[in-house]
């Protein structure tokens, strides 16, 4: 299988509970971060995304926060189900007046495992 | 259906023979990138690109090369491929200017290098 997921973070949690994922990013200057699920074999899917602009903001059962002043994002997914096993990734951006400069900066991902 | 269409899925090769790895997107979006994703180091930029015949590199860029003679294609081609490029490769694509949007990803292309 994949060994995308060596040595990476990893946080195990029983089906209903709600999980929370953390990453840290590097660049003052970015202003767009998103977050990614990895299932294996496949391409990283869009969950959501947030503005430098905001600290907050929701999606369905997804909720991101933003701290700018510690340079911290958090992911986190209500009422988790085993389909939402998989490696999360976030991913910092730069844009400027809403245009991407075009370099995506992913971190190393954690690895989120849903027990029934 | 919109999407991102890598082609090979999977690749093994010898040391040395050029190859090209295909990236096809049906979805007009202007820019372009090229990631390679290995273990414990996440997924890290080769090339992208944000129009036409407009590339750059990225964070690893070394023994690639790309070219974008076309809105949809974005090729990645390796000149003289080592067994350090055997990786996990991911092409991905996004319009520039919508306020909120994420980069929509290929189902990826799994070199060997032998």
């Known amino acids: 299988g994949e060994s995308v997921g060596l040595h990476l973070p990893t946080l195990s949690v029983q089906e209903g509970d709600n999980s929370i994922i953390n990453c840290a990013y590097s660049?003052?200057?970015?202003?767009?971060f998103i977050w990614y699920k990895q299932e294996s074999g496949k391409g990283p899917q869009f969950i959501i995304d947030?503005?430098?602009?905001?600290d907050k903001r929701q999606g369905q059962r997804v909720t991101v926060l933003l701290n700018k002043t510690v340079k911290h994002l958090s992911l986190q997914i209500a009422a988790t189900q085993p389909g939402d096993s998989a490696v999360y990734f976030c991913?910092?951006?730069?844009?400027?007046?809403?245009?991407?400069?075009?370099?995506?900066?992913f971190g190393q991902g954690t690895i989120l495992t849903v027990h029934p | 259906e919109a999407q991102v269409t890598q082609n090979p899925r999977y690749l093994i090769t010898v040391t040395g023979k050029k190859l090209t790895v295909t990236c096809s997107q049906n979805?007009?979006?202007?820019?372009m990138s090229w990631y390679r994703q290995d273990p414990g180091l996440g997924l890290r930029q080769i090339y992208y690109?944000?129009?036409?015949?407009?590339?750059d590199k990225g964070d690893v860029p070394e023994g690639y090369k790309v070219s974008r003679k076309e809105k949809r294609n974005f090729p990645l081609i390796l000149e003289s491929p080592s067994p350090n490029q055997t990786s996990l490769y991911f092409c991905?694509?996004?319009?520039?200017?919508?306020?909120?949007?994420?980069?929509?990803f290929g189902s990826g292309t799994r070199l060997t290098v032998v």
């Open positions: 979805m007009n979006h202007e820019y």
């Open positions: 991913a910092e951006d730069r844009r400027a007046g809403g245009t991407s400069y075009g370099k995506l900066t």
């Open positions: 690109s944000m129009n036409v015949e407009v590339t």
């Open positions: 660049n003052s200057a970015s202003d767009y």
């Open positions: 991905a694509s996004s319009p520039p200017d919508r306020a909120f949007d994420g980069y929509t």
């Open positions: 947030i503005r430098s602009n905001m």
